[in-house]
């Protein structure tokens, strides 16, 4: 176990003391609101996430020494393949019940413990191919009952237990090539299976191969190879392979001794494809083999036999009236004779590839009047043969790397119906328009690697239903108006590795169904790259442009936008531009590509964006900028791309990542940031980006101290985000820990038990709500009465030494179902009568200013308060308040200012502790309105004193200190 690195400081401006409970309070809601977690696996990379239902774990070329302990359990293909892992343990794959694929090819895997593979229940492939097996005992494969394709091949195989195939019942491929079986009884029990189709068991040193050592009765196999081995004879006597369809016996036999043994020819009825390839068998034999099978072989493989040979077997084999595909390829041949394939009368492919072909008769596949498919690739052949003149059947002719160097106008005249013409890697230095005129049905040319200086008139009004034209690696220099005009249906157009510096206006006008135009490599400057060069690609998704020579002083907008007619651009690569790279993007130099998807910048030596580069790409999916100087990147470059999932950085000499935060790059989830200079891998820069995924940042060093404190913590206890190869980051910082693992800091000292200050934070809110809870129930209206009290203190404050000119004499303060009394009654007597100048909140408040400051203004601004009290009046939210702000002027000012009105009975126990108070200060005292049939004269004349008392104490009111509701 590695021991933990102790943090040797707690740097300035860091501060990991104890938090308050408000920050812990704030912690826990932030984590609820934030998922984004982390995880890293040791030495193995995740495909896309852990909730992937296809889970692809990839753990090859890593070094190691045993089979890892953090693979996650729902992994459905793990690939542990080019390592040095020596054995398999009996719980090496615990748990790992979701796997279906496996692959641990390349290591050193001498051993596999009984039962290794027992809890792979549901394993479909596994791959050992390429270790050091020596035995395959009973119990090794026990529980892969669902097992259908093993690969055994290149072990040192010598013993093979008869029990050990024998829980395999769904095993359709078995490949044991390349051990040392020697006896083919070791695979005996194998074949009894009913489900097993092919079995590859070449290179075994078996000298044998006969059918008694198979199996009593007929076996379902369908394909074997038993190439390489130095077999003696091949003997069938009893019809235990039915259903045989592919034998491969190349290179096999010894110093050409191997015999044929097959009695009856209905033994291998079913014989489709027969690989003979450098077999050692005489003349005699191979005849022997080749017409016994002549009632079902349709294709047949002769390679590395020798012209000779070929020569000689060439008549045999095309008297197979089933043989529709011949391979002679690797025979040295140097010339194809009339006579060689004259019988191959019902052929449909042949392939002569990989030989030194230098000329062809005339009528060497005259007979041949079903040929579809001839390849004729990797000969010496310096012109199209005449003998390809006349094939009218022929759909596909290939003639790559051969030394062609001149296209005749007849050369293809009579191919009518040819789909695929490939040309690839010749010496071709000029063509014409009347080369490929017949090719009226033609599909896929390749005139890459040649020397082609022009296209001008070859394409015109020809090749009409032309989808994909290859011309890369050529001497092409210009591109004229009209050289592709005539093909409507073309779909990928390949021009890399030229030397294009000029594209004239219109060049591709009439490419209307062209989605795929490749340019790179060229010499073209943004002088070259311009709208109208454009012009008509009105389907075009995908354009590359990397590596030439654009390039840009500054950002300023262009006057005119290079793509602004490409409405449909989806993929755009402008990467690696010479000598110096393009510098600067200008502004606009996006604008039209509202549907682009991809973006690609990579080695620009770019310093800066400007932050408008990406405002007319809404849609951009994946942005690719890695390999440049930015330094820093600004949050406001990715406002307008919010919908960007890939994002690559590496090499880019940034800084710091917090151009993130704030980025509002909520769906990123794939972000990868090699090789650049921060050192700190902030909180907030990763809780930016809910959707990350995969986070890569190989090859970096870090900061080994507080401030990457909680970044450790997170790459190793959360599992949404996996952080690539983290458990190989190095610290850089301080100097006395450099080489040492970031992840094996002891980050304790950096923080506290944060399960406490949680318990903490939780007890605290709980108790508070109670306490709340408490108040409000027992307590509100004194917590609102205080409320208002300080406020009006505040108020009063601010006036106490500012001489009050008084605007009213009174404020009413009442309800509105009381409403119709004031109307009626107390404003007509009050104003009308007695010539009193009162404030009535209906009238008089000054409209769009808060109502508690209208309401302390009129009391304040008035000489008396009237409240006006009925039941309605003490339920009214903003009566209570009105009669608050009165109370608490009359307590300040100890003066007569507050004047009580009773419109009717009301109980004691109604009044709230507003009134309570007041009752508390003047004993009772009010006025009340006479009952219905009074005389009203009194209580008019009661309020009229009352209104014409001024300064004095409330106490020395004549009307109200006597009154007593009782």
Same mark, same amino acid.
């Given at each position: 176990?590695?021991?933990?690195?102790?943090?040797?400081?707690?740097?300035?401006?860091?501060?990991?003391?104890?938090?308050?409970?408000?920050?812990?309070?704030?912690?826990?809601?932030?984590?609820?609101?934030?998922?984004?977690?982390?995880?890293?696996?040791?030495?193995?990379?995740?495909?896309?996430?852990?909730?992937?239902?296809?889970?692809?774990?990839?753990?090859?070329?890593?070094?190691?020494?045993?089979?890892?302990?953090?693979?996650?359990?729902?992994?459905?293909?793990?690939?542990?393949?080019?390592?040095?892992?020596?054995?398999?343990?009996?719980?090496?794959?615990?748990?790992?019940?979701?796997?279906?694929?496996?692959?641990?090819?390349?290591?050193?895997?001498?051993?596999?413990?009984?039962?290794?593979?027992?809890?792979?229940?549901?394993?479909?492939?596994?791959?050992?191919?390429?270790?050091?097996?020596?035995?395959?005992?009973?119990?090794?494969?026990?529980?892969?009952?669902?097992?259908?394709?093993?690969?055994?091949?290149?072990?040192?195989?010598?013993?093979?237990?008869?029990?050990?195939?024998?829980?395999?019942?769904?095993?359709?491929?078995?490949?044991?090539?390349?051990?040392?079986?020697?006896?083919?009884?070791?695979?005996?029990?194998?074949?009894?299976?009913?489900?097993?189709?092919?079995?590859?068991?070449?290179?075994?040193?078996?000298?044998?191969?006969?059918?008694?050592?198979?199996?009593?009765?007929?076996?379902?196999?369908?394909?074997?190879?038993?190439?390489?081995?130095?077999?003696?004879?091949?003997?069938?006597?009893?019809?235990?392979?039915?259903?045989?369809?592919?034998?491969?016996?190349?290179?096999?036999?010894?110093?050409?001794?191997?015999?044929?043994?097959?009695?009856?020819?209905?033994?291998?009825?079913?014989?489709?494809?027969?690989?003979?390839?450098?077999?050692?068998?005489?003349?005699?034999?191979?005849?022997?083999?080749?017409?016994?099978?002549?009632?079902?072989?349709?294709?047949?493989?002769?390679?590395?036999?020798?012209?000779?040979?070929?020569?000689?077997?060439?008549?045999?084999?095309?008297?197979?009236?089933?043989?529709?595909?011949?391979?002679?390829?690797?025979?040295?041949?140097?010339?194809?004779?009339?006579?060689?394939?004259?019988?191959?009368?019902?052929?449909?492919?042949?392939?002569?590839?990989?030989?030194?072909?230098?000329?062809?008769?005339?009528?060497?596949?005259?007979?041949?009047?079903?040929?579809?498919?001839?390849?004729?690739?990797?000969?010496?052949?310096?012109?199209?043969?005449?003998?390809?003149?006349?094939?009218?059947?022929?759909?596909?002719?290939?003639?790559?790397?051969?030394?062609?160097?001149?296209?005749?106008?007849?050369?293809?005249?009579?191919?009518?119906?040819?789909?695929?013409?490939?040309?690839?890697?010749?010496?071709?230095?000029?063509?014409?328009?009347?080369?490929?005129?017949?090719?009226?049905?033609?599909?896929?040319?390749?005139?890459?690697?040649?020397?082609?200086?022009?296209?001008?008139?070859?394409?015109?009004?020809?090749?009409?239903?032309?989808?994909?034209?290859?011309?890369?690696?050529?001497?092409?220099?210009?591109?004229?108006?009209?050289?592709?005009?005539?093909?409507?249906?073309?779909?990928?157009?390949?021009?890399?590795?030229?030397?294009?510096?000029?594209?004239?206006?219109?060049?591709?006008?009439?490419?209307?169904?062209?989605?795929?135009?490749?340019?790179?490599?060229?010499?073209?400057?943004?002088?070259?790259?311009?709208?109208?060069?454009?012009?008509?690609?009105?389907?075009?998704?995908?354009?590359?442009?990397?590596?030439?020579?654009?390039?840009?002083?500054?950002?300023?907008?262009?006057?005119?936008?290079?793509?602004?007619?490409?409405?449909?651009?989806?993929?755009?690569?402008?990467?690696?531009?010479?000598?110096?790279?393009?510098?600067?993007?200008?502004?606009?130099?996006?604008?039209?590509?509202?549907?682009?998807?991809?973006?690609?910048?990579?080695?620009?030596?770019?310093?800066?964006?400007?932050?408008?580069?990406?405002?007319?790409?809404?849609?951009?999916?994946?942005? %690719?900028?890695?390999?440049?100087?930015?330094?820093?990147?600004?949050?406001?470059?990715?406002?307008?791309? &919010?919908?960007?999932?890939?994002?690559?950085?590496?090499?880019?000499?940034?800084?710091?990542?917090?151009?993130?935060?704030?980025?509002?790059?909520?769906?990123?989830?794939?972000?990868?940031?090699?090789?650049?200079?921060?050192?700190?891998?902030?909180?907030?820069?990763?809780?930016?980006?809910?959707?990350?995924?995969?986070?890569?940042?190989? %090859?970096?060093?870090?900061?080994?101290?507080?401030?990457?404190?909680?970044?450790?913590?997170?790459?190793?206890?959360?599992?949404?985000?996996?952080?690539?190869?983290?458990?190989?980051?190095?610290?850089?910082? &301080?100097?006395?820990?450099?080489?040492?693992?970031?992840?094996?800091? %002891?980050?304790?000292?950096?923080?506290?038990?944060?399960?406490?200050?949680?318990?903490?934070?939780?007890?605290?809110?709980?108790?508070?709500?109670?306490?709340?809870?408490?108040?409000?129930?027992?307590?509100?209206?004194?917590?609102?009465?205080?409320?208002?009290?300080?406020?009006?203190?505040?108020?009063?404050?601010?006036?106490?030494?500012?001489?009050?000119?008084?605007?009213?004499?009174?404020?009413?303060?009442?309800?509105?179902?009381?409403?119709?009394?004031?109307?009626?009654?107390?404003?007509?007597?009050?104003?009308?009568?007695?010539?009193?100048?009162?404030?009535?909140?209906?009238?008089?408040?000054?409209?769009?200013?808060?109502?508690?400051?209208?309401?302390?203004?009129?009391?304040?601004?008035?000489?008396?308060?009237?409240?006006?009290?009925?039941?309605?009046?003490?339920?009214?939210?903003?009566?209570?308040?009105?009669?608050?702000?009165?109370?608490?002027?009359?307590?300040?000012?100890?003066?007569?200012?507050?004047?009580?009105?009773?419109?009717?009975?009301?109980? %004691?126990?109604?009044?709230?502790?507003?009134?309570?108070?007041?009752?508390?200060?003047?004993?009772?005292?009010?006025?009340?309105? &006479?009952?219905?049939?009074?005389?009203?004269?009194?209580?008019?004349?009661?309020?009229?004193?009352?209104?014409?008392?001024?300064?004095?104490?409330?106490?020395?009111?004549?009307?109200?200190?006597?009154?007593?509701?009782?």
């Amino acid at each position: 176990m590695k021991s933990k690195i102790t943090m040797p400081e707690i740097r300035n401006g860091t501060t990991y003391s104890q938090p308050s409970i408000f920050l812990c309070t704030l912690l826990c809601c932030w984590i609820l609101v934030n998922p984004v977690r982390g995880y890293s696996l040791k030495k193995c990379t995740v495909r896309e996430s852990l909730n992937d239902t296809n889970m692809k774990v990839i753990c090859g070329k890593k070094n190691l020494q045993a089979i890892p302990e953090d693979i996650p359990r729902k992994v459905r293909s793990l690939d542990l393949s080019i390592n040095n892992i020596v054995m398999i343990k009996t719980f090496d794959f615990k748990d790992l019940s979701a796997l279906k694929s496996l692959n641990m090819s390349c290591n050193r895997i001498s051993h596999v413990d009984d039962e290794a593979f027992s809890d792979l229940v549901v394993l479909q492939e596994l791959n050992l191919a390429n270790n050091r097996l020596n035995t395959l005992s009973d119990h090794l494969f026990q529980g892969l009952g669902n097992l259908s394709v093993l690969r055994l091949d290149h072990n040192h195989i010598k013993t093979i237990s008869s029990s050990t195939f024998q829980n395999l019942f769904s095993l359709n491929v078995l490949n044991l090539t390349g051990n040392q079986l020697y006896v083919l009884k070791k695979v005996q029990t194998v074949l009894l299976f009913t489900h097993l189709q092919e079995l590859y068991i070449a290179s075994n040193g078996f000298t044998f191969f006969q059918s008694q050592d198979i199996s009593n009765k007929s076996i379902g196999l369908r394909v074997l190879d038993l190439s390489q081995n130095p077999m003696r004879i091949f003997r069938i006597t009893a019809d235990v392979l039915p259903k045989l369809h592919y034998l491969n016996l190349s290179d096999s036999g010894q110093n050409g001794s191997m015999t044929w043994d097959v009695p009856d020819r209905s033994f291998l009825s079913n014989m489709k494809s027969l690989n003979l390839s450098g077999v050692h068998m005489s003349l005699k034999e191979m005849s022997v083999v080749l017409q016994s099978l002549n009632s079902s072989l349709s294709s047949l493989i002769l390679s590395h036999l020798g012209e000779d040979r070929i020569t000689a077997l060439a008549n045999i084999a095309c008297h197979i009236t089933t043989l529709t595909t011949l391979r002679l390829r690797y025979n040295n041949m140097r010339v194809v004779s009339e006579e060689l394939l004259k019988s191959c009368t019902y052929l449909t492919k042949l392939d002569i590839s990989h030989n030194a072909l230098t000329h062809l008769s005339h009528q060497s596949f005259s007979s041949m009047k079903q040929l579809t498919t001839l390849d004729l690739s990797n000969n010496r052949l310096s012109s199209v043969p005449n003998a390809t003149h006349n094939i009218q059947s022929l759909t596909i002719l290939d003639l790559r790397y051969n030394t062609i160097n001149k296209l005749g106008s007849f050369d293809f005249a009579n191919l009518t119906g040819l789909t695929y013409l490939r040309l690839f890697h010749n010496e071709i230095t000029d063509i014409k328009g009347t080369d490929f005129q017949d090719l009226q049905d033609l599909k896929l040319l390749d005139l890459g690697r040649n020397s082609i200086p022009s296209l001008r008139y070859v394409f015109k009004n020809c090749l009409q239903k032309l989808e994909n034209l290859q011309l890369g690696g050529n001497m092409i220099r210009t591109i004229h108006k009209g050289d592709f005009e005539s093909l409507q249906s073309l779909k990928t157009l390949i021009l890399f590795d030229n030397r294009i510096d000029t594209v004239e206006d219109g060049a591709f006008q009439g490419l209307v169904n062209l989605k795929m135009l490749t340019l790179a490599s060229n010499r073209m400057s943004q002088i070259s790259i311009r709208a109208t060069m454009f012009r008509g690609l009105t389907a075009l998704e995908s354009l590359d442009l990397s590596w030439n020579r654009i390039k840009y002083l500054h950002y300023g907008e262009l006057k005119s936008p290079p793509f602004s007619l490409l409405p449909s651009l989806k993929i755009l690569i402008v990467s690696a531009q010479h000598p110096f790279g393009m510098l600067n993007i200008p502004s606009n130099f996006l604008h039209g590509l509202t549907n682009l998807l991809a973006f690609s910048a990579r080695s620009l030596n770019i310093k800066t964006f400007h932050p408008d580069t990406f405002n007319n790409t809404p849609q951009l999916w994946s942005l %690719d900028i890695s390999l440049n100087e930015f330094t820093a990147l600004s949050k406001e470059l990715f406002h307008p791309i &919010p919908r960007l999932n890939r994002l690559y950085l590496s090499k880019a000499q940034l800084q710091s990542l917090d151009f993130l935060i704030g980025a509002n790059l909520t769906q990123l989830s794939y972000l990868q940031v090699r090789k650049n200079d921060f050192t700190v891998v902030s909180e907030t820069m990763i809780r930016s980006l809910p959707a990350l995924v995969y986070l890569d940042l190989q %090859d970096k060093t870090f900061t080994c101290d507080c401030s990457n404190a909680w970044f450790i913590q997170w790459v190793t206890t959360e599992n949404q985000t996996q952080v690539v190869d983290a458990y190989d980051f190095t610290c850089n910082y &301080p100097v006395s820990l450099g080489g040492t693992k970031l992840l094996d800091l %002891d980050t304790h000292y950096c923080s506290v038990d944060i399960g406490f200050f949680y318990f903490i934070s939780s007890t605290s809110l709980v108790l508070l709500t109670l306490l709340g809870s408490f108040i409000y129930h027992l307590l509100r209206w004194q917590v609102v009465y205080a409320y208002y009290l300080f406020q009006a203190y505040l108020y009063d404050t601010k006036r106490r030494n500012v001489r009050v000119i008084h605007q009213y004499d009174a404020f009413v303060s009442y309800n509105g179902h009381d409403e119709p009394w004031v109307l009626r009654e107390l404003l007509p007597e009050l104003e009308g009568n007695q010539g009193w100048k009162l404030c009535l909140h209906h009238r008089d408040f000054q409209p769009g200013k808060p109502i508690v400051d209208n309401i302390t203004d009129a009391i304040y601004g008035s000489r008396k308060t009237i409240c006006v009290i009925s039941r309605h009046y003490l339920e009214s939210e903003w009566c209570s308040r009105e009669i608050q702000v009165a109370s608490f002027r009359l307590f300040d000012e100890q003066k007569d200012v507050l004047i009580l009105v009773f419109l009717e009975e009301v109980p %004691d126990q109604q009044l709230s502790p507003f009134h309570r108070m007041r009752k508390l200060v003047k004993r009772h005292t009010y006025l009340s309105w &006479p009952r219905a049939g009074e005389h009203t004269g009194v209580f008019w004349q009661k309020l009229r004193v009352a209104l014409e008392t001024r300064d004095c104490l409330a106490e020395e009111n004549p009307i109200l200190s006597g009154v007593d509701r009782k």
